[in-house]
């Protein structure tokens, strides 16, 4: 069936460091790939998504490429805030299907 | 904007009692989920409803009972509590089912359950 792989967490950073959270997923066909976010005390809410190959999803400084030839979506932003720090899943749906989701990745940024 | 409300946000409860999360939203969505999170674990679906009055099982629906009760409310019914279903729960909805939405769900603010 189809999964999501995450990088274990947490993720620690110092502000203004590069980010990046790797996804890989397993599916047959073509899913679509979200990232979403959930920050302390607060329901998910979605943060980009790319819904074929190639597309480039890209939010409030994040960004997350769709990659069919290594069934890969990775988050990356160039340069992280301590408002960012939150638990980040990366998800996928097909035809006919619910969301998947990964099992999240803690990030930490300090200033 | 309420977007989807959850209640109760916190609940203690005592191996074998029964209880109902309640779930609403206000945003004219279709389909409406449960979801249940745990560490290292992620989300998990437990049950859905792709359209008013249609549920179907998700991933983990062991134990739990759903009532999708007009298009705005979808609750979750542990009969006979476990201390395996301590666990927080997101209730969330979205336009439609897919393939046609856009995967986008709205997310509550979940409701954090302990079974003693």
């Known amino acids: 069936g189809n999964s999501v792989t995450q990088m274990e967490g947490p993720v620690t950073l110092s502000e203004e460091a590069f980010l990046t959270i790797n996804c890989t997923y397993t599916?047959?066909?073509?899913?679509?790939l979200f990232w979403y976010v959930q920050y302390p005390g607060e329901g998910l809410q979605l943060l980009l998504k790319?819904?074929?190959?190639?597309d480039k999803g890209s939010n409030k400084g994040f960004e997350a490429t769709y990659r069919k030839e290594t069934t890969s979506f990775h988050l990356e932003k160039g340069s992280v805030q301590v408002s960012d720090s939150a638990v980040y899943f990366c998800?996928?749906?097909?035809?006919?299907?619910?969301?998947?989701f990964g099992k999240g990745t803690t990030l930490s940024v300090s200033s | 904007n309420a977007g989807v409300t959850q209640t109760p946000k916190f609940q203690v409860l005592k191996t074998g009692q029964s209880m109902t999360l309640q779930c609403a939203q206000d945003?004219?969505?279709?389909?409406m989920y449960w979801y249940r999170q745990d560490p290292g674990m992620g989300l998990r679906l437990i049950y859905y409803?792709?359209?008013?009055?249609?549920?179907d099982k998700g991933e983990v629906p062991n134990g739990y009972n759903v009532s999708r009760l007009n298009k705005r409310e979808f609750s979750l019914r542990l009969e006979s509590a476990a201390p395996s279903q301590t666990s927080v729960y997101f209730c969330?909805?979205?336009?439609?089912?897919?393939?046609?939405?856009?995967?986008?769900?709205?997310f509550g603010e979940g409701s954090r359950l302990t079974v003693l």
């Open positions: 945003m004219n969505h279709n389909s």
């Open positions: 969330a909805s979205s336009v439609r089912f897919y393939p046609t939405n856009t995967g986008e769900l709205f």
């Open positions: 790319a819904t074929k190959a190639d």
């Open positions: 998800a996928l749906t097909q035809a006919g299907t619910a969301l998947i």
């Open positions: 409803s792709a359209s008013e009055g249609t549920t």
């Open positions: 599916a047959t066909g073509y899913p679509s």
